[in-house]
Nanobody
Framework: VQLVESGGGLVQPGGSLRLSCVAS????????MSWYRQVPGKEREWVAS????????VYKDDVKGRFTISRDNAKNTVYLQMNSLSPEDTAVYYC???????????WGKGTLVTVSS
């Protein structure tokens, strides 16, 4: 099983990035997918999720209207489009997969996003 994130990097405040996470080794379409982020020294926090079947999305309050999570089941890929980035969005962003019952979860290794002028 693998979740491989990409798309991180350095961006100026107000800029945009699109993160991708390619999954392999499990039935991607059956899993809800999420993005989390972590700043060194702080706890990992949830950012956004998308369900498996009906693709309902939910977001952390401070990213609503700026971030968009989406998925392409044909490509086993989940995306996080991030707009209007601020230095407070600087973190390592992790991809997370979760199933229903029995609960099975997988994590990616993360991709670093740095927002700085």
């Amino acid at each position: 099983v693998q979740l491989v994130e990409s798309g991180g990097g350095l961006v100026q405040p107000g800029g945009s990035l699109r993160l991708s996470c390619v999954a392999s080794g499990f039935t991607f379409s059956s899993y809800a997918m999420s993005w989390y982020r972590q700043v060194p020294g702080k706890e990992r926090e949830w950012v956004a999720s998308i369900t498996s079947a009906d693709r309902r999305t939910v977001y952390k309050d401070d990213v609503k209207g700026r971030f968009t999570i989406s998925r392409d089941n044909a490509k086993n890929t989940v995306y996080l489009q991030m707009n209007s980035l601020s230095p407070e969005d600087t973190a390592v962003y992790y991809c997370y997969a979760s199933s229903g019952v029995p609960r099975v979860t997988y994590w990616g290794k993360g991709t670093l996003v740095t927002v700085s002028s």
